[in-house]
Each structure stands twice: as structure tokens, then as C-alpha cells.
């Protein structure tokens, strides 16, 4: 979809004069820009399951489930559907809008494709939006995913290219561009981001937006991770960073993808309800919902639920389908919190 305000051809100068703003010329450029597009106290909330754990052959420095890692790692074959269906109910009761569920694959064979094929017309059944996220695809096995009514697919591109094989040596930056594009291809809704924290530079951030910002179309949902340590992970110590650096890059993705949905991903036991809340105050519009991600932790339901009530934000009700398709502003119900 290409909307006049949209641009895909942001150069790296551009990118870090904005990171480079002051903090507070930069997050009202950001918020003024979210006030454009979405209900600035609505926030979308997707959870995550992971339906097969542990014993990648990727070596990403960053996860807890490479098999190269030794992070004592309760390793986890793929669930069985209704171990999926009654996961995917209890998050619908809790109010998650969408289901995401999460492989730790270097790419997933036709077999097991087929299996999480069922998992998602299952969870689609409930009614709710369904996410998968599974490695590498060919180009027909996107298709078949399409078909079977899947309506995002999570591949990360998660840093820059420049920086990327610092972090990840058994694949490329171009790998994960090509998925990418058969999903696009397909017609299915792209959900694509990245982790920062892992010893990467500000211009390197701006790189990785860039990639995002000037892919062919805007992913529709762009989860900003911060590097959850895992002991026994290559980056397992790397330097903190300054979390105004990651407000900022929030603020940046928000600019440069004024329709996308900005996810603050992984990280947020790590960080405080300000942090939090000026993340949202910089554009971020959805959050992972429940107390697990993947492999680690999230912040408890309660303590969420707390939050968005001390701020006033609700949980978005309708699908961001919807909002995507009549690219309506404030088209959604919220309902409020507490
Ligand atoms: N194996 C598939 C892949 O890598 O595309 C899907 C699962 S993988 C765990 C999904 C994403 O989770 C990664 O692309 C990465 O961005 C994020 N991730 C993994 N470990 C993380 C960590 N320790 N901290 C932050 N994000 C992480
Ligand atoms: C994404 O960008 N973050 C999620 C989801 N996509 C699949 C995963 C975060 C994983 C955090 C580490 C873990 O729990 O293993
Ligand atoms: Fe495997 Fe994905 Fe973890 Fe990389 S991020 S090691 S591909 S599960």
C-alpha cells in the first residue's frame, strides 16, 4: 500500500539527523505523527507461544534457543494441536487480539509446515488473528500458508546489514530479505523488526530502519525487541543501553512508518512503567500480552493491565486487519482497562 505520506527512500544521513534530535523535538515529531494514524491511547496486544523450543541450528547470538548455545534450555518438540487450541483460548479470554506462535526453525519442512498449517485454521476458528513465525520460507510454502488463511508472518531482520554478521554467521542479512518477499508476495501481512542492545552503533540502527522504511511496502507491524540477556549466549554481558537511545529509535520507527504498528517487543521486564510509557509517547502501539514470550519472561498480566489503567491507554478491540483495510483513522473500539 503506498500512501502519499509514506516514503521508501530514506537515505542514512536523513535517519540519524532525526535520531540525532533533541529528545523532546524528537518525540513530539513522533506522537504528532502517531496522531495522524491511530487513537494515541489505543494500544493493539498479540501473545506468543512457542509451539517448538530449543535445538535451532542457527547460531543468532542473542537466542536462548540455538543448539550451539548452552543456556540449559528445556528443549521442547512441536506441540500438539490442542496444547495450541487451548493456549490460543486462553489468551482470546484475556483479551489478545492476536495469536503468534513461534519455531525455533532454521526453516520448517513441508511435514511440519503442514502441522502448524492445522495449528493456525485452529486458532483462526476462535476468532482471533493468527502470527507465525518459523525461519526461512520458499516461495510455495508462503503460498500454502497463505491459503491456509494466515495473516501475519514475523521474520526479523533484526539489525543492519552492516552489523549482521557480527550476530549471525549461518545465514544472511539477503536470506532474510527473500522470505520477505515471498510473503509479501502472498499477500500476507508482514510483521518485521529488530533487536537493538547488542553492541550496535546509532548509525547501525538507523541502518536497520532504513531496510525496514524502504522495503517496497511498509511491514504492517514492526516489533522493536530489546536484547533480553540470556546466560550462555554470545551476547550474554554485552553493555546496557541508555534507554533513551531505544525511546528514540522508537520515535524514528514511528516517523518513517507513520501506518505501521510499532511493537514494544521483547525487554520490557527490563524496563520501568516510564520507560514504558514514553515508549508509547514516542508512537509505540502495541505490546506482547502474558507472562511468557518465547523462552523468557514478560511482565505479568496484572501488572499490565495496571499500567495501561495508570495511563489511561485501552486494549484495541477490533483486528488491525481492519484498520490496515479501510485505512481508517481511530476506526477501532477500545475498550478500557480496569
Ligand atoms: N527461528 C525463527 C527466526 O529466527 O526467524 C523464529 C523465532 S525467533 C526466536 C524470533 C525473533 O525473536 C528473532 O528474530 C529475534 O528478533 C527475537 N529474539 C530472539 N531472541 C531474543 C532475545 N534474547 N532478545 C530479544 N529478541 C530476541
Ligand atoms: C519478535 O520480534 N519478538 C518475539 C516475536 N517476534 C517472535 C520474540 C521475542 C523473544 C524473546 C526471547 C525469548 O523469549 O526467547
Ligand atoms: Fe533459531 Fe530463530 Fe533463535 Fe536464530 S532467533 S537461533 S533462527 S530460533
Known amino acids: 500500500m503506498n500512501h502519499s505520506d509514506t516514503r521508501h527512500d530514506w537515505d542514512l544521513e536523513q535517519i540519524v539527523a532525526l535520531l ?31 509451539i517448538k523450543t530449543g535445538s535451532c541450528a542457527e547460531d543468532c547470538g542473542y537466542c536462548s534457543q540455538s543448539a550451539r ?20 483460548t486462553t489468551a482470546r479470554k484475556s483479551g489478545a487480539t492476536r495469536f503468534c506462535m513461534g519455531a525455533a526453525w532454521r526453516n520448517p519442512t513441508d511435514k511440519n509446515l503442514e502441522r502448524v498449517v492445522e495449528m493456525i485454521q485452529a486458532v483462526r476458528g476462535l476468532g482471533m488473528e493468527t502470527c507465525v513465525t518459523l525461519g526461512m520460507l520458499t516461495d510455495e510454502q ?14 526479523n531482520l533484526d539489525t543492519a546489514p552492516e552489523f549482521y554478521g557480527k550476530v549471525i554467521t549461518t545465514r544472511t542479512f539477503q536470506d532474510r530479505l527473500e522470505t520477505l518477499e515471498y510473503v509479501r508476495r502472498q499477500g500476507i501481512n508482514v510483521c518485521s523488526g529488530g533487536i ?30 530489546l536484547l533480553v540477556q540470556v546466560e550462555g549466549t554470545p551476547l550474554f554481558g554485552t ?12 520515535a524514528v520507527a514511528r516517523i518513517l512508518m507513520p501506518r505501521s504498528y510499532v511493537r514494544l517487543s521483547a525487554g520490557r521486564t527490563e524496563m520501568n512503567d516510564q520507560m514504558q510509557a514514553l515508549c508509547f509517547l514516542a508512537g509505540a502501539n502495541s505490546v506482547f500480552y502474558g507472562e511468557r514470550l518465547l523462552t523468557t519472561d514478560n511482565p505479568e498480566a496484572n501488572q499490565d493491565l495496571a499500567l495501561f489503567k495508570r495511563l489511561g ?13 479501510t485505512g481508517c483513522k481511530n476506526s477501532g473500539r477500545s475498550s478500557a482497562v480496569g
Do not use: C, W
Not at 523532546?24 to 494500544?43: C, G, K, M, T, Y
Not at 508462503?142 to 521474520?155: F, I, M, P
Open 20 to 50: 540525532d534530535l533533541p529528545f523532546n523535538d524528537l518525540v513530539f515529531r513522533a506522537q504528532s505523527v502517531h496522531r495522524e494514524h491511530f487513537d494515541p491511547n489505543s494500544i493493539q496486544v498479540s501473545t506468543l507461544l512457542s
Open 69 to 88: 548455545h548452552q543456556t540449559g534450555l528445556e528443549k521442547e518438540k512441536l506441540l500438539p494441536l490442542d496444547e495450541v487450541v487451548k493456549a490460543a
Open 142 to 155: 508462503a503460498q500454502r500458508l497463505k491459503q491456509a488463511g494466515l495473516d501475519y508472518y514475523n521474520h
Open 196 to 225: 537493538l542492545g547488542m553492541g550496535e552503533s546509532r548509525q547501525d540502527r538507523a541502518s536497520m530502519l532504513r531496510e525496514l522504511a524502504n522495503l517496497p511496502a511498509h511491514p504492517e507491524s514492526v516489533p522493536i525487541n
Open 239 to 250: 553493555d546496557e543501553l541508555d534507554p533513551f537511545e531505544f525511546v528514540r529509535t522508537i
Open 313 to 325: 491507554v485501552a486494549f484495541e478491540e477490533h483486528t488491525e486487519l481492519q484498520a490496515v483495510e
